[in-house]
């Protein structure tokens, strides 16, 4: 009997921790998605010309909206990319 209300505990807590990690991992993905975005979109619109590097691509699906708004920045300012 005690075993079985362990492992029911054990169940219940694991299905929480899989909650929230699901949970904060939604909010990644979205705000990786945002930063791709805003970065091709603004590459085309304002004709850019900054260049999909894989560095570049990491940095934008790392830092999400502010890596994208910080690559943009430093092409602008021609300190990189």
Known sequence: ???ELIILLLAV??????Y???KSATHL???TILGLILLVVSNIV???GISY???VLLICALGGIPGA???IL????RIAF
């Open 1 to 3: 009997m005690a075993i």
């Open 13 to 18: 807590l694991a299905v929480i921790v899989v």
């Open 20 to 22: 929230y990690v699901l």
């Open 29 to 31: 993905i979205v705000n």
């Open 46 to 48: 304002f004709k850019l």
């Open 53 to 55: 590097s894989a560095f």
């Open 69 to 71: 708004v910080l690559v």
């Open 74 to 77: 430093l092409h602008v300012l």
